[in-house]
Nanobody
Framework: QVQLVESGGGLVQAGGSLRLSCAAS????????MGWYRQGPGKQRELVAT???????DYADSVQGRFTISRDNAKNTVYLQMNSLKSEDTGVYYC??????????????WGQGTQVTVSS
């Protein structure tokens, strides 16, 4: 089992910045990919950014160039630096971890979410 705890959300004006953190704890063999997803008001949950254990990253087109995902493997923590925030970035941001058991898939785990509100 793994627990994911997000922090860093809040209220910010358009054009501002926030940094989200997600720390994983518990008993697990390894964490492969980690990522951030978000769900805006009345919208489905969508991918924001992902990062593998080797540091390869992927971003949604809507955040490319504004958001940066990073990871500290020693701390089992993933970060999301969000710059030039827009009102459409508003939503609940969820952390996701994909576990590995050797070469095998070990399951997906989600955090409880942290609210990000961007005022225009």
């Amino acid at each position: 089992q793994v627990q994911l705890v997000e922090s860093g959300g809040g209220l910010v004006q358009a054009g501002g910045s926030l940094r989200l953190s997600c720390a994983a704890s518990g008993s697990f063999f390894s964490i492969n990919a980690m990522g951030w997803y978000r769900q805006g008001p009345g919208k489905q949950r969508e991918l924001v950014a992902t990062i593998t254990s080797g540091g390869s990253t992927d971003y949604a087109d809507s955040v490319q160039g504004r958001f940066t995902i990073s990871r500290d493997n020693a701390k089992n923590t993933v970060y999301l630096q969000m710059n030039s925030l827009k009102s459409e970035d508003t939503g609940v941001y969820y952390c996701k971890a994909t576990l590995g058991v050797g070469p095998f898939y070990g399951g997906d785990y989600w955090g409880q979410g942290t609210q990000v509100t961007v005022s225009s």
